[in-house]
């Protein structure tokens, strides 16, 4: 999926969570995959009509939508530094610097680095890669 996101003008990371979604509703093969993507054939017909309209138009609904996605910053611990602090550095930063790249440091630095997933692991190292190649 990552590989022909770029030939659709989409982004490796949406194309590998439309993937991982199938799997974890509990598709077995890769047909679930493939339905999922003849659903999407109807956005590429829908997609010049939603570019007509302005960015005007669509701002107010996206500052909701993340301030509706922000009320899950209230289930943070910040108790726990390997959490919280990862967590508050991204959410001042977010424009600016990679929080996945924090996060693994950080876990890695108390000791509980095999707690994260290796696919965490991949995502900090390319965003490191990333940065370091701006």
Do not use: K, N
């Not at 017909?45 to 939508?65: D, G, K, N, R, S």
């Not at 209230?74 to 390997?82: G, H, L, Y």
């Amino acid at each position: 999926a990552t590989r022909v996101a770029g030939l659709a003008g989409t982004s490796s990371g949406t194309a590998y969570v439309e993937s991982v979604a199938g799997i974890r509703m509990g598709g077995r093969t890769g047909l679930t995959s493939v339905v999922t993507a003849l659903c999407f054939v109807p956005c590429f017909f829908v997609a010049p009509l939603a570019a007509a309209v302005p960015t005007y138009a669509t701002a107010p609904v996206l500052v909701l939508v993340g301030v509706s996605m922000f009320h899950m910053v209230s289930q943070i611990d910040f108790t726990r530094t390997e959490d919280g602090l990862p967590a508050f550095v991204t959410l001042v930063l977010i424009p600016l610097t990679f929080g996945f790249i924090l996060h693994a440091v950080l876990y890695a630095c108390v000791g509980r680095a095999r707690e994260l997933p290796l696919a965490l692991w991949l995502l900090a190292a390319l965003s490191a890669v990333l940065l370091f190649l701006r």
